[in-house]
């Protein structure tokens, strides 16, 4: 399984972007799919998680009423809706996918990680 994570860029604080993972060599509709962040000098940090079907989603308290994640299984790709953006949200944005279907918050659950995409929240 191959993840292609993009969407990022430069935004003002307020703003809003909207982030894709596109995936392909899987059955992507079988996997339930994870956005993580990581800050300079932080840890990797759970976002946002949806299941294969799209019916049950799961957010960090931090981004809880401004990301929506969501997936088009025809296209095979996940998207997060990122509003109300705020310095803090900046990081390095990666998808991840788990073969297993758990909704989690765990990294470790997750079998497969795109390459990552920079968001920056200007103030």
């Known amino acids: 399984v191959q993840l292609q994570a993009f969407g990022g860029g430069l935004v003002q604080a307020g703003g809003s972007l909207r982030l894709s993972c596109a995936s392909s060599g899987g059955t992507f509709s079988r996997y339930s799919m994870g956005w993580f962040r990581q800050a300079p000098g932080k840890e990797r940090e759970f976002v946002a998680a949806i299941s294969w079907s799209g019916g049950r989603t799961s957010y960090a308290d931090s981004v809880k009423g401004r990301f929506t994640i969501s997936r088009d299984n025809a296209k095979n790709t996940v998207y997060l809706q990122m509003n109300s953006l705020k310095p803090e949200d900046t990081a390095v944005y990666y998808c991840?996918?788990?073969?297993?279907?758990?909704?989690?918050?765990?990294?470790?659950?997750?079998?497969?990680w795109g390459q990552g995409t920079l968001v920056t929240v200007s103030s």
């Open positions: 991840a996918a788990d073969r297993h279907g758990s909704v989690s918050y765990y990294h470790g659950s997750y079998e497969y």
